[in-house]
Nanobody
């Protein structure tokens, strides 16, 4: 059974930092692009950042560029999201996802066929 399990969410004050992790089990995602999406209260799920299988191609949403950093350790089948300078607007359930593509970190959720259950990030003002 393929699983993606996120961790690292929590409550933080504005300006603070959190590091999310996503561990894959049941199959390797070393040859797949992966991504982070989020869904805030009353909002639709939105793309945050995507990374190619090698880490050579990274695409950030404008709202997080310069504050968030994605990385992956294929040896550990793990992906990370370092979030700095957090804002109340970053409050959301953050999802890890595995793509059908190898090199293209799509911004479309429909291009990802594996999803975790999400980890909650709450940023207080």
């Amino acid at each position: 059974q393929v699983q993606l399990v996120e961790s690292g969410g929590g409550l933080v004050q504005a300006g603070g930092s959190l590091r999310l992790s996503c561990v894959a089990s049941g199959r390797t995602f070393n040859n797949n692009a992966m991504g982070w999406f989020r869904q805030g209260p009353g909002k639709e799920r939105e793309f945050v950042v995507g990374i190619s299988w090698s880490g050579g191609i990274i695409d950030y949403a404008e709202s997080v560029r310069g504050r968030f950093t994605i990385s992956r350790d294929n040896a550990k089948n793990t992906m990370y999201l370092q979030m700095n300078s957090l804002k109340p607007d970053d409050t959301a359930l953050y999802y890890c996802s595995g793509s059908r593509s190898r090199n293209y970190p799509s911004r479309l959720s429909s291009d990802y066929n594996y999803w975790g259950q999400g980890t909650q990030v709450t940023v207080s003002s």
